[in-house]
């Protein structure tokens, strides 16, 4: 199926071919996407020249989405390699270690909420607005990640849950602002998923086991599973949807009880 086969898309935050962004990547790319990506820092570029080369993408660009002007750099210098783009991937999020340790108010700290809630949640809104002129008018699409924590409170998740909660707030606000310029905005909430990022997660491995066995599918999800649904929401065959937040993880989240007979 090449439903996207006269799509643009840039990734954001691609760091890694065990993580989120790069199941995305490859379904998006499957489904006959161009893609472009940036790399946080010198010490990563190699490694996403690589992946990209992989998908067939020569496009790789420096962005540090902490910092505006890099922001700006980043889509001034994407113009030079396409007039206008399709979709937004924004694979971003990050919060001290600290931060994720331990009770919630023993571990949060004034800089903490202010880092995590910065680069995981106002870095979906800066990418946007930057980009605006290059995804106008191409009934274009964006997409972010958040997960469960932002509307469950999670062992350890701490700050991080409050800054996908932001996050998932700016999806539907950037929806009703975006949506007049024909831009829709979406993401997707994914279960916990073995990744590079999450290995050093507190409890990762408890957590598939207890998804595994309490989600109606009896299983976790996987990067394909949220590539899929990306695909397709980025697509036109969503061209109806916006502003909503679309679990991936196996039913787990309408689940209200387990017993162990179930």
Not at 38 to 67: C, G, W
Not at 77 to 96: C, E, K, M
Request: hydrophobic share 45%.
């Amino acid at each position: 199926m090449s439903f996207l086969a006269d799509k643009r898309a840039v990734i954001i935050g691609l760091a890694s071919n065990r993580s989120i962004a790069w199941g995305i990547a490859q379904a998006l790319r499957a489904r006959g996407a161009e893609l472009a990506f940036n790399y946080q820092n010198e010490k990563l570029q190699n490694r996403v020249e690589k992946m990209a080369a992989e998908l067939d993408s020569k496009i790789t660009l420096p962005l540090d989405v902490t910092e505006d002007e890099q922001i700006e750099n980043f889509f001034r210098d994407l113009s030079t390699h396409w007039d206008g783009f399709d979709i937004l991937v924004h694979s971003v999020a990050y919060a001290p270690s600290e931060q994720l340790e331990g009770r919630y108010l023993d571990a949060i700290t004034r800089e903490g909420f202010q880092i995590a809630h910065d680069i995981s949640s106002y870095s979906f809104s800066a990418l946007a607005k930057a980009s605006r002129t290059m995804i106008k008018g191409r009934n274009g699409a964006l997409l972010t990640l958040s997960y469960l924590g932002a509307v469950r409170s999670m062992p350890s998740y701490n700050v991080m849950g409050l800054a996908k909660a932001s996050l998932e707030a700016n999806v539907r606000f950037m929806a009703l602002d975006l949506g007049v310029d024909g831009i829709r905005v979406n993401a997707i909430s994914a279960g916990p998923i073995r990744t590079l990022a999450s290995s050093g997660v507190k409890g990762m491995r408890q957590m598939l086991t207890h998804v595994g066995k309490t989600s109606p599918l009896k299983r976790n999800v996987t990067i394909e599973d949220v590539g899929n649904a990306a695909s397709f929401l980025v697509s036109d065959l969503a061209a109806g949807v916006t502003g909503e937040i679309l679990y991936v993880d196996s039913g787990y989240n309408t689940v209200g009880m387990h017993l162990d007979s179930t």
